[in-house]
């Protein structure tokens, strides 16, 4: 990392719990890479340290990157909002552009970059299953229906989310499961883990994917050490399956663009990710 000095533009990921994250491993080395004069470092904040943070990270030349539990918040502080923020209601990504706070929600870009490397193709014509109703549900949603998706079910522990969220981005092409036993006996091209079951240990599976008669893929937003024992149980039963690793670079890539106006390295960001991963 270049010497930090008093021009060094900060960045910092906002949000609780933070110190779990890879992001300041991998926008550092992508920073570091193109000898770009920042440093990129995560913050705990709850609801009330959030709004300071993020405004004045942003006014001092700087910007970052929002987490849960503040996504949908941070969407209500910002002067200039992305479409991808306005479609979903929450913003992971902020900067300062003539003097006002902009900003954007890249997991929908990043969701929609990872998906596509994963299929080979955009999701046209596809039947999916998201399982889970909060911020990384939404980007999820809207990448799928603008990627032409032809049918999604929504299945969430909290059934009214799920509604609010079908009714806000799905339209006719969402349908939020009312009880699980709907699904049993069907196929999905695509099955999507938006929930954060995974993260933890000992957590439960997001869903027995034994219930479902045919399952083309496994995407799991789930990023952690090893592969999530979503895509180990998928990948026992023969099904392809991919972690949330793809979808990290990718948001974070795009968020590289919005602060420095430069495409980073996804070669040097993918290998800092898989350092920070065996440390
Ligand atoms: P969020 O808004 O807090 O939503 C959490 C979701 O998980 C909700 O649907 C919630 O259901 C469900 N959930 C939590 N605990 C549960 C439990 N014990 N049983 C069943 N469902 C449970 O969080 P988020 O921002 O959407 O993030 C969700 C996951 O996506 C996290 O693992 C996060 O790390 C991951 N993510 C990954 C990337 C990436 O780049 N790879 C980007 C964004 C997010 P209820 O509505 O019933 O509470």
Not at 10 to 16: H, I, K, N, T, Y
Not at 133 to 147: E, K, P, Q, Y
Not at 226 to 244: C, F, H, M, N
Request: with cysteine; charged share 25%.
């Amino acid at each position: 990392m270049p010497e930090v000095t008093s021009q060094t533009r900060v960045f910092a990921l906002v949000g609780d719990p933070v110190f779990h994250s890879l992001s300041p491993t991998i926008q550092n080395a992508a920073m570091a890479d193109l000898e770009l004069d920042g440093v990129y470092v995560a913050l705990r904040a709850g609801a009330e340290e959030m709004v300071g943070f993020m405004k004045g990270l942003a006014r001092s030349g700087g910007g970052g990157n929002i987490t849960l539990p503040h996504k949908e918040k941070a969407a209500t502080v910002l002067d200039v909002s992305s479409p991808a923020v306005k479609r979903t209601g929450a913003c992971n990504t902020f900067w300062l552009r003539d003097g006002k706070v902009h900003g954007d929600n890249t997991d929908v870009e990043g969701f929609s970059r990872a998906l596509e490397g994963f299929l080979g193709e955009p999701p046209e014509g596809l039947k999916v299953l998201v399982l889970g109703a909060g911020g990384a549900a939404r980007a999820g949603l809207v990448a799928l229906m603008d990627g032409g998706a032809e049918e999604v079910r929504l299945l969430n522990r909290t059934q009214d989310r799920a509604r609010v969220v079908a009714r806000r981005i799905g339209g006719a092409r969402v349908r939020v499961v009312d009880n699980i036993r709907e699904l049993d006996g069907k196929a999905f091209d695509l099955v999507v883990n938006t929930t954060c079951l995974g993260l933890q240990p000992d957590d439960p599976l997001p869903l027995d994917l034994e219930r479902l008669k045919q399952v083309g893929g496994v995407m799991d937003l789930v990023c952690r050490r090893g592969a999530s024992p979503l895509v180990e149980a998928a990948r026992e039963l023969g099904i392809r399956a991919t972690d949330g690793s793809e979808m990290l670079i990718q948001q974070g890539a795009a968020a590289f663009e919005c602060w420095w106006e430069r495409k980073p390295s996804l070669r040097v960001m993918r290998a800092a990710l898989e350092r920070g991963q065996r440390r």
